[in-house]
Protein backbone atom coordinates (compact mmCIF):
# COMPACT_ATOMS: atom_id res chain seq x y z
CA UNK A 1 0.00 0.00 0.00
CA UNK A 2 3.22 2.32 1.13
CA UNK A 3 4.21 1.94 -2.42
CA UNK A 4 1.27 2.39 -4.24
CA UNK A 5 0.40 5.49 -2.74
CA UNK A 6 4.28 6.84 -3.50
CA UNK A 7 4.41 6.00 -7.09
CA UNK A 8 0.94 7.87 -7.43
CA UNK A 9 2.95 10.99 -6.28
CA UNK A 10 5.91 11.13 -8.48
CA UNK A 11 6.70 12.33 -11.67
CA UNK A 12 9.09 12.27 -14.04
CA UNK A 13 12.55 13.42 -13.86
CA UNK A 14 13.48 12.59 -17.13
CA UNK A 15 10.67 13.72 -19.35
CA UNK A 16 10.65 17.40 -17.28
CA UNK A 17 14.40 17.47 -18.14
CA UNK A 18 14.09 16.65 -22.17
CA UNK A 19 11.68 19.14 -22.10
CA UNK A 20 13.48 21.45 -20.59
CA UNK A 21 16.90 21.24 -22.58
CA UNK A 22 17.25 24.43 -23.64
CA UNK A 23 17.35 25.68 -20.10
CA UNK A 24 20.01 24.96 -17.48
CA UNK A 25 20.82 22.06 -16.37
CA UNK A 26 28.62 15.39 -9.35
CA UNK A 27 30.50 11.74 -8.37
CA UNK A 28 34.00 13.56 -8.92
CA UNK A 29 32.24 17.37 -8.54
CA UNK A 30 32.35 30.86 -2.57
CA UNK A 31 32.53 32.86 0.34
CA UNK A 32 34.15 36.42 -0.72
CA UNK A 33 37.01 37.82 1.19
CA UNK A 34 37.81 41.40 1.29
CA UNK A 35 40.71 41.79 1.31
CA UNK A 36 41.94 39.39 -1.26
CA UNK A 37 40.88 39.01 -4.73
CA UNK A 38 39.27 35.74 -5.57
CA UNK A 39 40.51 33.49 -8.76
CA UNK A 40 36.69 32.50 -8.60
CA UNK A 41 34.61 34.23 -11.35
CA UNK A 42 30.57 33.78 -10.51
CA UNK A 43 28.95 37.27 -9.45
CA UNK A 44 28.48 36.70 -5.79
CA UNK A 45 25.07 38.31 -5.61
CA UNK A 46 21.63 38.97 -7.90
CA UNK A 47 22.04 42.56 -6.97
CA UNK A 48 20.23 43.95 -9.62
CA UNK A 49 19.80 43.81 -13.70
CA UNK A 50 22.62 44.21 -16.15
CA UNK A 51 21.68 47.85 -17.33
CA UNK A 52 21.52 47.74 -21.02
CA UNK A 53 21.60 44.59 -22.10
CA UNK A 54 19.20 42.98 -24.12
CA UNK A 55 18.02 39.84 -22.70
CA UNK A 56 14.46 37.71 -23.08
CA UNK A 57 13.25 36.87 -19.16
CA UNK A 58 12.83 33.09 -19.42
CA UNK A 59 12.84 31.69 -16.12
CA UNK A 60 12.99 28.33 -16.50
CA UNK A 61 13.18 26.17 -12.91
CA UNK A 62 16.17 23.20 -12.83
CA UNK A 63 14.12 20.00 -13.84
CA UNK A 64 12.52 18.34 -10.62
CA UNK A 65 14.50 15.28 -9.43
CA UNK A 66 11.24 14.04 -8.09
CA UNK A 67 10.64 9.74 -8.72
CA UNK A 68 8.81 8.59 -12.28
CA UNK A 69 7.20 5.48 -12.96
CA UNK A 70 7.60 4.18 -15.81
CA UNK A 71 6.09 1.85 -18.50
CA UNK A 72 9.66 0.42 -19.97
CA UNK A 73 13.06 1.06 -18.91
CA UNK A 74 14.89 3.66 -18.88
CA UNK A 75 17.35 4.60 -21.95
CA UNK A 76 20.43 6.52 -21.35
CA UNK A 77 21.94 8.57 -23.62
CA UNK A 78 25.74 8.56 -22.76
CA UNK A 79 29.16 9.96 -24.47
CA UNK A 80 31.35 7.33 -25.16
CA UNK A 81 33.74 9.60 -27.52
CA UNK A 82 33.13 13.71 -26.73
CA UNK A 83 35.40 14.87 -28.49
CA UNK A 84 35.70 12.80 -32.27
CA UNK A 85 37.11 15.73 -34.78
CA UNK A 86 39.73 17.45 -32.13
CA UNK A 87 42.29 15.77 -34.01
CA UNK A 88 42.50 14.78 -38.08
CA UNK A 89 44.57 11.90 -36.84
CA UNK A 90 41.16 10.59 -34.93
CA UNK A 91 39.57 7.26 -36.12
CA UNK A 92 36.83 5.37 -34.77
CA UNK A 93 36.24 1.61 -36.28
CA UNK A 94 32.79 -0.07 -35.34
CA UNK A 95 32.40 -3.43 -35.78
CA UNK A 96 29.47 -6.06 -35.80
CA UNK A 97 29.58 -9.34 -33.57
CA UNK A 98 30.16 -12.48 -35.76
CA UNK A 99 27.43 -13.66 -37.85
CA UNK A 100 25.74 -9.68 -37.20
CA UNK A 101 25.67 -6.86 -39.44
CA UNK A 102 25.80 -3.12 -38.30
CA UNK A 103 22.93 -1.38 -40.01
CA UNK A 104 23.63 2.49 -40.46
CA UNK A 105 21.14 5.05 -41.21
CA UNK A 106 22.22 8.87 -42.09
CA UNK A 107 21.65 12.09 -44.37
CA UNK A 108 23.20 11.43 -47.75
CA UNK A 109 25.49 14.57 -48.91
CA UNK A 110 24.46 16.14 -51.99
CA UNK A 111 27.48 14.38 -53.47
CA UNK A 112 28.59 11.23 -53.56
CA UNK A 113 32.44 10.02 -54.54
CA UNK A 114 32.63 7.14 -56.36
CA UNK A 115 35.91 5.96 -57.33
CA UNK A 116 35.09 5.60 -61.23
CA UNK A 117 32.63 8.08 -61.69
CA UNK A 118 31.53 11.38 -59.56
CA UNK A 119 27.61 11.53 -59.48
CA UNK A 120 25.50 14.10 -57.56
CA UNK A 121 22.39 12.97 -55.72
CA UNK A 122 19.44 14.62 -53.45
CA UNK A 123 20.16 14.70 -50.15
CA UNK A 124 18.16 11.79 -48.48
CA UNK A 125 18.03 9.41 -46.16
CA UNK A 126 20.48 6.48 -46.70
CA UNK A 127 20.18 3.20 -45.10
CA UNK A 128 23.37 0.78 -45.82
CA UNK A 129 24.81 -2.27 -44.11
CA UNK A 130 28.31 -3.72 -43.21
CA UNK A 131 30.15 -5.84 -41.09
CA UNK A 132 32.18 -2.86 -39.78
CA UNK A 133 33.07 0.73 -40.49
CA UNK A 134 35.94 3.05 -40.10
CA UNK A 135 35.17 6.84 -39.39
CA UNK A 136 37.99 9.46 -40.18
CA UNK A 137 38.10 13.03 -40.35
CA UNK A 138 39.13 15.72 -42.95
CA UNK A 139 38.83 19.26 -43.01
CA UNK A 140 36.65 20.85 -45.18
CA UNK A 141 37.05 24.40 -46.50
CA UNK A 142 34.29 26.85 -45.88
CA UNK A 143 32.81 28.51 -49.10
CA UNK A 144 32.57 31.34 -46.61
CA UNK A 145 33.86 32.03 -42.86
CA UNK A 146 32.21 31.57 -40.25
CA UNK A 147 32.22 33.69 -37.22
CA UNK A 148 32.16 31.51 -34.20
CA UNK A 149 31.45 33.40 -31.01
CA UNK A 150 30.61 32.86 -27.56
CA UNK A 151 30.26 34.91 -24.29
CA UNK A 152 32.11 32.58 -21.49
CA UNK A 153 30.57 34.32 -18.22
CA UNK A 154 32.65 32.19 -15.78
CA UNK A 155 35.29 28.70 -15.36
CA UNK A 156 34.94 26.18 -13.25
CA UNK A 157 36.06 23.06 -11.41
CA UNK A 158 33.47 20.99 -11.25
CA UNK A 159 29.16 21.06 -12.61
CA UNK A 160 28.20 21.71 -9.10
CA UNK A 161 29.52 24.80 -9.16
CA UNK A 162 29.20 25.73 -12.34
CA UNK A 163 25.46 24.95 -11.94
CA UNK A 164 25.39 27.46 -8.76
CA UNK A 165 26.99 29.92 -10.59
CA UNK A 166 24.66 29.60 -14.03
CA UNK A 167 21.85 30.05 -11.04
CA UNK A 168 23.71 33.71 -9.75
CA UNK A 169 23.98 34.51 -13.33
CA UNK A 170 19.91 34.23 -14.29
CA UNK A 171 19.45 36.17 -11.04
CA UNK A 172 20.81 38.92 -12.70
CA UNK A 173 18.93 38.92 -15.78
CA UNK A 174 21.60 36.57 -18.07
CA UNK A 175 20.07 33.36 -19.65
CA UNK A 176 22.81 31.06 -19.79
CA UNK A 177 23.59 27.41 -20.72
CA UNK A 178 26.36 24.98 -18.91
CA UNK A 179 28.91 23.87 -21.47
CA UNK A 180 32.20 21.75 -20.79
CA UNK A 181 35.19 22.34 -23.97
CA UNK A 182 37.73 21.13 -21.33
CA UNK A 183 36.72 22.52 -18.10
CA UNK A 184 33.07 23.21 -16.93
CA UNK A 185 32.06 26.74 -18.02
CA UNK A 186 28.81 28.97 -18.13
CA UNK A 187 28.06 30.37 -20.89
CA UNK A 188 25.67 33.23 -22.47
CA UNK A 189 23.01 31.54 -24.20
CA UNK A 190 23.88 31.60 -27.70
CA UNK A 191 20.13 31.19 -29.03
CA UNK A 192 19.76 34.58 -26.90
CA UNK A 193 22.70 36.23 -27.41
CA UNK A 194 23.12 36.07 -31.25
CA UNK A 195 24.82 38.75 -32.87
CA UNK A 196 28.21 40.26 -32.50
CA UNK A 197 26.72 43.75 -31.02
CA UNK A 198 24.32 41.68 -28.25
CA UNK A 199 27.35 39.75 -27.56
CA UNK A 200 29.46 42.40 -26.93
CA UNK A 201 26.68 44.70 -24.92
CA UNK A 202 26.63 42.05 -22.39
CA UNK A 203 30.07 41.46 -22.13
CA UNK A 204 31.12 45.13 -21.70
CA UNK A 205 28.06 45.25 -19.25
CA UNK A 206 29.47 42.23 -17.27
CA UNK A 207 32.69 43.83 -17.21
CA UNK A 208 31.35 47.09 -15.74
CA UNK A 209 30.29 45.11 -12.85
CA UNK A 210 33.78 43.87 -11.80
CA UNK A 211 33.54 40.28 -13.73
CA UNK A 212 36.93 40.78 -15.30
CA UNK A 213 37.28 36.91 -15.89
CA UNK A 214 33.96 37.12 -17.94
CA UNK A 215 35.61 37.09 -21.90
CA UNK A 216 34.44 36.22 -25.77
CA UNK A 217 35.91 33.12 -26.56
CA UNK A 218 35.64 34.41 -30.07
CA UNK A 219 37.57 33.22 -33.46
CA UNK A 220 37.10 32.73 -37.10
CA UNK A 221 36.35 29.64 -39.47
CA UNK A 222 37.86 28.86 -42.67
CA UNK A 223 37.76 24.52 -42.17
CA UNK A 224 35.46 22.60 -39.94
CA UNK A 225 36.13 18.97 -39.36
CA UNK A 226 33.67 16.63 -41.26
CA UNK A 227 33.41 12.68 -40.68
CA UNK A 228 33.40 10.31 -43.27
CA UNK A 229 33.47 6.28 -44.23
CA UNK A 230 33.73 4.12 -46.90
CA UNK A 231 31.09 1.46 -47.84
CA UNK A 232 31.59 -0.89 -51.15
CA UNK A 233 33.89 1.47 -52.73
CA UNK A 234 31.37 4.85 -52.00
CA UNK A 235 32.49 7.48 -49.75
CA UNK A 236 30.07 8.99 -47.85
CA UNK A 237 29.82 12.35 -45.00
CA UNK A 238 27.04 13.07 -42.59
CA UNK A 239 27.07 15.02 -39.73
CA UNK A 240 24.97 12.25 -37.94
CA UNK A 241 25.26 8.48 -37.83
CA UNK A 242 22.55 6.10 -36.47
CA UNK A 243 24.30 2.62 -35.75
CA UNK A 244 22.30 -0.59 -34.87
CA UNK A 245 22.57 -4.29 -35.11
CA UNK A 246 20.30 -6.87 -34.52
CA UNK A 247 22.03 -8.41 -31.61
CA UNK A 248 22.62 -4.43 -29.92
CA UNK A 249 26.17 -5.17 -29.71
CA UNK A 250 28.54 -2.92 -31.49
CA UNK A 251 32.44 -2.85 -30.86
CA UNK A 252 34.39 0.28 -30.66
CA UNK A 253 37.96 0.62 -31.59
CA UNK A 254 39.19 4.24 -30.94
CA UNK A 255 42.39 5.13 -32.87
CA UNK A 256 45.19 3.02 -34.85
CA UNK A 257 46.15 1.50 -31.59
CA UNK A 258 43.74 0.24 -29.99
CA UNK A 259 43.52 -3.74 -30.84
CA UNK A 260 40.43 -4.73 -29.14
CA UNK A 261 38.51 -1.81 -28.48
CA UNK A 262 35.22 -1.70 -26.06
CA UNK A 263 31.91 -3.45 -27.11
CA UNK A 264 28.59 -1.26 -26.46
CA UNK A 265 25.20 -2.31 -25.81
CA UNK A 266 22.17 -0.81 -27.72
CA UNK A 267 22.69 1.50 -30.56
CA UNK A 268 24.93 4.18 -31.12
CA UNK A 269 24.98 7.52 -32.93
CA UNK A 270 27.35 10.01 -33.96
CA UNK A 271 26.52 13.63 -33.65
CA UNK A 272 27.71 17.19 -33.39
CA UNK A 273 28.33 18.72 -30.36
CA UNK A 274 28.45 22.62 -28.93
CA UNK A 275 32.52 22.84 -30.14
CA UNK A 276 32.57 22.18 -33.54
CA UNK A 277 33.21 18.36 -33.38
CA UNK A 278 31.27 15.61 -32.80
CA UNK A 279 30.63 12.79 -29.99
CA UNK A 280 29.89 8.99 -30.17
CA UNK A 281 26.50 8.31 -27.85
CA UNK A 282 25.83 5.11 -26.64
CA UNK A 283 22.04 5.32 -26.65
CA UNK A 284 22.00 1.84 -23.87
CA UNK A 285 18.99 0.43 -21.00
CA UNK A 286 19.75 1.89 -17.73
CA UNK A 287 20.42 -1.80 -16.19
CA UNK A 288 23.02 -2.38 -18.65
CA UNK A 289 24.96 0.51 -18.37
CA UNK A 290 25.20 -0.25 -14.57
CA UNK A 291 26.82 -3.74 -16.04
CA UNK A 292 29.49 -0.81 -17.07
CA UNK A 293 29.81 1.14 -14.35
CA UNK A 294 29.79 -1.01 -11.35
CA UNK A 295 32.84 -2.89 -11.28
CA UNK A 296 35.28 0.25 -12.96
CA UNK A 297 33.82 2.20 -10.12
CA UNK A 298 33.99 0.06 -7.21
CA UNK A 299 36.33 -2.64 -8.13
CA UNK A 300 35.97 -6.56 -7.87
CA UNK A 301 37.65 -7.23 -4.68
CA UNK A 302 35.13 -5.90 -2.40
CA UNK A 303 32.80 -7.23 -0.19
CA UNK A 304 29.22 -8.11 -2.20
CA UNK A 305 27.21 -5.73 0.43
CA UNK A 306 29.38 -2.66 -0.94
CA UNK A 307 28.89 -3.81 -4.35
CA UNK A 308 25.06 -4.02 -3.95
CA UNK A 309 25.36 -0.27 -2.48
CA UNK A 310 27.16 1.23 -5.26
CA UNK A 311 25.12 -0.19 -7.68
CA UNK A 312 21.66 1.65 -6.02
CA UNK A 313 23.74 4.86 -5.72
CA UNK A 314 25.20 4.26 -9.31
CA UNK A 315 21.25 3.92 -10.59
CA UNK A 316 20.74 6.78 -8.80
CA UNK A 317 23.13 9.13 -9.97
CA UNK A 318 22.68 8.36 -12.77
CA UNK A 319 18.61 9.24 -13.38
CA UNK A 320 19.84 12.70 -10.89
CA UNK A 321 22.10 13.95 -13.26
CA UNK A 322 20.43 13.65 -17.07
CA UNK A 323 20.62 17.48 -17.34
CA UNK A 324 25.00 17.75 -17.71
CA UNK A 325 25.29 17.37 -20.93
CA UNK A 326 21.77 18.93 -22.24
CA UNK A 327 23.86 22.16 -24.29
CA UNK A 328 25.36 18.80 -26.11
CA UNK A 329 22.38 16.19 -26.66
CA UNK A 330 23.44 13.58 -24.65
CA UNK A 331 22.94 13.18 -20.74
CA UNK A 332 25.93 10.86 -19.39
CA UNK A 333 29.75 11.28 -19.47
CA UNK A 334 31.96 8.39 -19.60
CA UNK A 335 34.39 9.42 -17.53
CA UNK A 336 34.50 10.76 -13.65
CA UNK A 337 32.86 13.86 -14.76
CA UNK A 338 29.98 11.30 -14.11
CA UNK A 339 30.59 7.78 -13.57
CA UNK A 340 33.65 5.39 -14.83
CA UNK A 341 31.46 3.31 -18.26
CA UNK A 342 33.25 0.87 -19.94
CA UNK A 343 30.28 -0.89 -21.81
CA UNK A 344 30.29 -4.73 -21.48
CA UNK A 345 34.02 -4.42 -21.63
CA UNK A 346 35.13 -6.36 -18.14
CA UNK A 347 32.36 -7.48 -16.56
CA UNK A 348 31.83 -8.83 -13.16
CA UNK A 349 29.61 -11.27 -12.11
CA UNK A 350 29.12 -9.82 -8.36
CA UNK A 351 28.39 -6.56 -10.28
CA UNK A 352 26.08 -8.68 -12.50
CA UNK A 353 24.20 -10.02 -9.52
CA UNK A 354 23.59 -6.90 -7.51
CA UNK A 355 22.57 -5.44 -10.52
CA UNK A 356 19.96 -7.88 -10.58
CA UNK A 357 19.20 -8.38 -7.03
CA UNK A 358 18.45 -4.40 -6.51
CA UNK A 359 16.93 -4.10 -10.03
CA UNK A 360 14.77 -0.57 -9.77
CA UNK A 361 15.98 0.39 -6.30
CA UNK A 362 17.47 3.81 -6.00
CA UNK A 363 17.49 6.15 -2.70
CA UNK A 364 15.36 8.68 -1.99
CA UNK A 365 14.84 11.64 0.78
CA UNK A 366 11.00 12.87 1.01
CA UNK A 367 10.23 10.75 -2.40
CA UNK A 368 12.97 12.35 -4.28
CA UNK A 369 16.47 11.25 -5.61
CA UNK A 370 19.30 12.03 -4.05
CA UNK A 371 21.74 14.12 -4.87
CA UNK A 372 23.97 10.93 -4.65
CA UNK A 373 27.34 12.12 -4.79
CA UNK A 374 30.34 9.97 -3.77
CA UNK A 375 33.93 9.73 -4.08
CA UNK A 376 36.71 6.98 -3.32
CA UNK A 377 38.17 7.95 -0.04
CA UNK A 378 36.82 10.75 2.43
CA UNK A 379 39.96 10.37 4.75
CA UNK A 380 38.22 9.64 7.61
CA UNK A 381 35.37 12.35 7.24
CA UNK A 382 32.74 13.56 5.18
CA UNK A 383 32.15 16.37 3.75
CA UNK A 384 28.59 18.67 3.26
CA UNK A 385 27.76 19.95 -0.45
CA UNK A 386 29.06 23.60 0.92
CA UNK A 387 31.92 22.24 2.14
CA UNK A 388 33.41 21.51 -1.84
CA UNK A 389 30.90 23.42 -3.88
CA UNK A 390 28.86 26.81 -3.89
CA UNK A 391 24.88 26.05 -3.78
CA UNK A 392 22.45 24.89 -0.85
CA UNK A 393 23.33 21.99 1.39
CA UNK A 394 21.51 19.06 1.41
CA UNK A 395 19.74 17.60 4.60
CA UNK A 396 21.18 13.70 4.19
CA UNK A 397 24.78 14.66 2.85
CA UNK A 398 26.46 15.59 6.13
CA UNK A 399 29.52 15.62 7.78
CA UNK A 400 30.51 12.86 9.76
CA UNK A 401 33.23 10.89 10.73
CA UNK A 402 33.72 7.82 8.48
CA UNK A 403 34.36 5.15 11.39
CA UNK A 404 31.80 2.86 12.99
CA UNK A 405 33.47 3.57 16.28
CA UNK A 406 33.22 6.61 18.49
CA UNK A 407 36.99 7.81 17.39
CA UNK A 408 36.36 11.22 17.39
CA UNK A 409 33.60 13.80 18.16
CA UNK A 410 33.00 16.60 15.58
CA UNK A 411 30.92 18.29 17.75
CA UNK A 412 32.83 18.64 20.90
CA UNK A 413 36.21 18.72 18.66
CA UNK A 414 35.49 20.70 15.51
CA UNK A 415 38.28 20.00 12.63
CA UNK A 416 38.11 23.80 11.50
CA UNK A 417 40.82 24.33 14.57
CA UNK A 418 43.64 23.97 12.78
CA UNK A 419 45.25 22.40 16.20
CA UNK A 420 42.27 19.66 16.37
CA UNK A 421 42.41 19.27 12.63
CA UNK A 422 46.19 18.20 12.70
CA UNK A 423 45.84 15.91 15.52
CA UNK A 424 42.88 13.85 13.66
CA UNK A 425 44.63 13.73 10.20
CA UNK A 426 47.55 12.16 11.57
CA UNK A 427 45.22 9.69 13.77
CA UNK A 428 45.66 5.88 11.89
CA UNK A 429 43.28 3.46 13.54
CA UNK A 430 39.69 2.69 13.97
CA UNK A 431 38.36 4.25 10.82
CA UNK A 432 36.64 2.46 8.19
CA UNK A 433 39.23 3.17 5.76
CA UNK A 434 42.27 2.66 8.09
CA UNK A 435 45.26 1.15 6.13
CA UNK A 436 44.30 1.82 2.76
CA UNK A 437 46.79 3.70 0.18
CA UNK A 438 44.97 6.74 0.10
CA UNK A 439 43.39 7.02 3.61
CA UNK A 440 46.72 9.15 4.66
CA UNK A 441 49.26 10.57 2.36
CA UNK A 442 52.53 13.22 2.28
CA UNK A 443 53.02 14.67 -1.07
CA UNK A 444 55.79 17.70 -1.12
CA UNK A 445 56.32 20.13 -3.86
CA UNK A 446 58.67 22.96 -4.67
CA UNK A 447 58.27 26.55 -4.61
CA UNK A 448 58.81 26.75 -8.12
CA UNK A 449 56.24 23.98 -8.98
CA UNK A 450 53.58 25.61 -7.04
CA UNK A 451 54.55 29.14 -9.10
CA UNK A 452 54.09 26.69 -11.89
CA UNK A 453 50.76 25.13 -10.63
CA UNK A 454 49.19 28.42 -10.18
CA UNK A 455 49.92 30.53 -13.35
CA UNK A 456 48.83 27.62 -15.58
CA UNK A 457 45.44 27.57 -13.42
CA UNK A 458 44.97 31.25 -13.45
CA UNK A 459 46.00 31.71 -17.05
CA UNK A 460 43.75 29.25 -17.84
CA UNK A 461 40.95 30.92 -16.17
CA UNK A 462 42.01 34.52 -17.45
CA UNK A 463 42.53 36.02 -14.28
CA UNK A 464 44.24 39.59 -14.20
CA UNK A 465 46.69 38.03 -11.18
CA UNK A 466 48.23 35.74 -13.08
CA UNK A 467 51.35 37.47 -13.44
CA UNK A 468 53.52 36.88 -10.63
CA UNK A 469 57.20 35.24 -10.69
CA UNK A 470 56.76 33.66 -7.50
CA UNK A 471 54.86 32.47 -4.62
CA UNK A 472 56.28 33.75 -1.11
CA UNK A 473 53.59 31.84 0.77
CA UNK A 474 50.38 29.75 1.11
CA UNK A 475 48.13 29.82 4.17
CA UNK A 476 44.90 28.10 5.16
CA UNK A 477 42.94 30.66 6.09
CA UNK A 478 39.55 28.92 6.87
CA UNK A 479 38.64 25.33 7.58
CA UNK A 480 35.06 24.34 7.31
CA UNK A 481 33.38 21.98 10.90
CA UNK A 482 34.51 18.90 8.99
CA UNK A 483 38.02 20.13 7.80
CA UNK A 484 37.60 20.69 4.25
CA UNK A 485 39.89 23.69 3.20
CA UNK A 486 37.16 26.68 2.08
CA UNK A 487 39.81 29.49 1.73
CA UNK A 488 43.75 29.17 1.06
CA UNK A 489 45.75 32.70 0.80
CA UNK A 490 48.10 32.52 -1.57
CA UNK A 491 50.64 35.97 -1.44
CA UNK A 492 52.91 36.17 -4.56
CA UNK A 493 55.74 39.09 -5.24
CA UNK A 494 52.52 41.07 -7.15
CA UNK A 495 49.78 40.59 -4.77
CA UNK A 496 47.45 38.17 -2.37
CA UNK A 497 44.87 35.37 -4.24
CA UNK A 498 42.12 33.67 -2.71
CA UNK A 499 41.33 30.25 -3.63
CA UNK A 500 37.89 28.80 -2.38
CA UNK A 501 36.92 25.05 -1.77
CA UNK A 502 37.20 22.70 -4.99
CA UNK A 503 39.36 25.29 -6.98
CA UNK A 504 42.43 24.61 -4.78
CA UNK A 505 42.48 21.08 -6.27
CA UNK A 506 42.81 22.80 -9.81
CA UNK A 507 45.38 25.02 -8.83
CA UNK A 508 47.91 22.74 -7.62
CA UNK A 509 48.64 19.29 -8.19
CA UNK A 510 49.72 17.83 -5.17
CA UNK A 511 46.67 17.32 -3.04
CA UNK A 512 44.60 14.60 -3.83
CA UNK A 513 41.66 15.99 -1.60
CA UNK A 514 41.24 19.56 0.44
CA UNK A 515 41.64 17.75 3.74
CA UNK A 516 44.79 18.35 4.31
CA UNK A 517 47.23 20.72 6.26
CA UNK A 518 51.00 22.54 5.02
CA UNK A 519 53.80 21.90 6.28
CA UNK A 520 56.42 24.33 5.09
CA UNK A 521 60.25 22.98 3.67
CA UNK A 522 62.95 25.02 4.50
CA UNK A 523 66.53 25.17 2.38
CA UNK A 524 68.63 24.91 5.69
CA UNK A 525 71.41 25.60 3.42
CA UNK A 526 70.30 29.32 2.64
CA UNK A 527 69.02 30.24 6.13
CA UNK A 528 66.59 28.83 8.18
CA UNK A 529 64.25 30.92 6.83
CA UNK A 530 64.68 30.17 3.39
CA UNK A 531 61.55 28.85 2.06
CA UNK A 532 61.64 26.24 -0.14
CA UNK A 533 58.21 24.40 -0.84
CA UNK A 534 55.57 22.73 1.46
CA UNK A 535 54.00 19.30 2.05
CA UNK A 536 50.79 18.88 1.74
CA UNK A 537 50.08 16.28 4.86
CA UNK A 538 46.47 14.76 4.38
CA UNK A 539 43.76 12.04 3.46
CA UNK A 540 41.16 10.83 0.98
CA UNK A 541 40.98 11.48 -2.95
CA UNK A 542 38.09 13.29 -4.84
CA UNK A 543 35.86 15.38 -2.94
CA UNK A 544 34.91 13.11 -0.08
CA UNK A 545 31.08 14.10 -0.08
CA UNK A 546 28.49 11.35 0.23
CA UNK A 547 29.61 7.68 0.37
CA UNK A 548 32.92 6.67 0.50
CA UNK A 549 33.98 3.65 -1.91
CA UNK A 550 36.62 2.47 0.35
CA UNK A 551 34.70 3.20 3.32
CA UNK A 552 31.84 1.00 1.93
CA UNK A 553 34.35 -1.42 1.37
CA UNK A 554 35.47 -1.58 4.75
CA UNK A 555 31.63 -1.90 6.39
CA UNK A 556 30.78 -4.63 4.21
CA UNK A 557 33.51 -6.01 5.55
CA UNK A 558 32.23 -5.75 8.89
CA UNK A 559 28.99 -7.32 8.37
CA UNK A 560 27.04 -4.19 7.28
CA UNK A 561 24.61 -4.65 4.43
CA UNK A 562 24.03 -2.40 2.09
CA UNK A 563 20.73 -0.64 3.06
CA UNK A 564 22.58 -0.08 6.61
CA UNK A 565 26.15 1.27 4.65
CA UNK A 566 23.58 3.64 2.59
CA UNK A 567 21.99 5.19 5.73
CA UNK A 568 25.13 5.45 7.19
CA UNK A 569 26.72 7.82 4.50
CA UNK A 570 22.95 9.27 3.02
CA UNK A 571 21.05 9.61 6.73
CA UNK A 572 17.33 10.22 6.93
CA UNK A 573 16.95 8.79 3.36
CA UNK A 574 14.78 5.83 1.71
CA UNK A 575 15.25 2.69 -0.91
CA UNK A 576 12.80 3.17 -3.45
CA UNK A 577 11.53 1.48 -6.35
CA UNK A 578 11.85 3.69 -9.19
CA UNK A 579 8.48 2.52 -10.70
CA UNK A 580 8.84 0.13 -13.63
CA UNK A 581 5.74 -1.28 -14.92
CA UNK A 582 3.44 1.36 -13.36
CA UNK A 583 1.92 4.10 -14.91
CA UNK A 584 2.86 8.04 -15.21
CA UNK A 585 0.93 10.22 -12.27
Not at 451 to 470: C, I, M, V
Not at 471 to 497: E, F, M, Y
Request: aromatic content about 8%.
Amino acid sequence: MERNIFKSKVKSQKSKIRSQESGVMSHEPRARSNSSPSASSAPSAPSALFCGVLTIACWMGLASATLAARGEETQLKVGVVQRFGDELTDELTLQATPGDRLQLKFNSPTQTQNQTQNQTVRPQETQLSASNVKLVVQMQTLVTPVLQERVVLSTHRSFETAEDAAKQWRALGIETEIAQPEQWQVWAKRQVYNTPFLRRMLLSSVQLQGKKTAHLDSRILQQVPIVSWEINGNRYSSDRLEVSTNKNLIQVRQGKEDKYGIPFAGKLQLQPNAYGTYTLVNDVPLETYLRGVVPHEIGRNVSYAAIEAQTIIARTYALRNLRRFAIDGYELSADTHCQVYVGLKDTDPNADRAILATRNKVLTYNNELVDALYSSTTGGVTAVFSDVWNGADKPYLKSLVDSAYSVWNLSRQSLADENNFQRFINMQRGFNEAGTRLFRWRRESSIEQLTQDLQKFLTKNRSPLANFSRIQQIQVTQRSPGGRILKLAVQTDRSNILLEKDEIRSAFSSPRSTLFYLEPLYDQTKGENALQGYAFVGGGLGHGVGLSQTGASGLAKQGWKSDRILNFYYPGTQIREWGVGSRES
